[in-house]
């Protein structure tokens, strides 16, 4: 990843986004990482995605590096939390966009509260979410991790 993290920005999602959010929710690691393994079909993925992106309780943002998508991130409210869940196109894993993903999203909303099912085994995300002050509330079994983020309230 550049240093320079002014080119970096977060983006609403739009519709163009459509076919990027489909290629990159199909990438083999990303299926693995999911709760839901499926492949997802073009058809299921068209109605997800309109449903989201019209839908004030969810955010969706791609990350971008001096205009180059790079990942996605989706906020959605429930329970008076913010569910995260984000991921980075295969060809820029391993470079710092995780966190930074994250921690553009919480700077973005400061007044928010984070939650993130993460599975034990994807340890990039459990390493991004303990390094931004997220804490492991629990484990809702063998293979996952709850871990909360609650901004300060003044």
Same mark, same amino acid.
Not at 2 to 23: I, P, S, T, W
């Given at each position: 990843?550049?240093?320079?993290?002014?080119?970096?920005?977060?983006?609403?999602?739009?519709?163009?986004?459509?076919?990027?959010?489909?290629?990159?929710?199909?990438?083999?690691?990303?299926?693995?990482?999911?709760?839901?393994?499926?492949?997802?079909?073009?058809?299921?993925?068209?109605?997800?995605?309109?449903?989201?992106?019209?839908?004030?309780?969810?955010?969706?943002?791609?990350?971008?590096?001096?205009?180059?998508?790079?990942?996605?991130?989706?906020?959605?409210?429930?329970? !008076?939390?913010?569910?995260?869940?984000?991921?980075? /196109?295969?060809? &820029?894993?391993?470079?710092? $966009?995780?966190?930074? *993903?994250?921690?553009?999203?919480?700077?973005?909303?400061?007044?928010?509260?984070?939650?993130?099912?993460?599975?034990?085994?994807?340890?990039?995300?459990?390493?991004?979410?303990?390094?931004? !002050?997220?804490?492991?509330?629990?484990?809702?079994? /063998?293979?996952? &991790?709850?871990?909360?983020? $609650?901004?300060?309230? *003044?």
């Amino acid at each position: 990843m550049n240093n320079n993290n002014a080119r970096l920005r977060l983006r609403e999602a739009v519709d163009g986004d459509a076919k990027l959010l489909f290629y990159w929710a199909n990438d083999d690691a990303v299926r693995n990482n999911s709760i839901n393994q499926q492949p997802i079909l073009w058809d299921d993925h068209i109605d997800w995605f309109n449903s989201k992106l019209n839908d004030a309780n969810i955010s969706m943002l791609i990350l971008e590096n001096d205009h180059v998508p790079v990942g996605q991130i989706r906020i959605a409210l429930q329970d !008076g939390c913010w569910n995260i869940n984000y991921s980075i /196109d295969r060809n &820029y894993r391993g470079m710092g $966009y995780g966190k930074q *993903i994250v921690k553009l999203s919480i700077e973005k909303y400061p007044s928010y509260s984070f939650r993130a099912v993460v599975k034990k085994v994807n340890t990039a995300s459990k390493k991004v979410f303990e390094s931004l !002050g997220f804490k492991s509330v629990y484990s809702a079994d /063998d293979s996952l &991790y709850l871990y909360e983020h $609650y901004q300060d309230k *003044i």
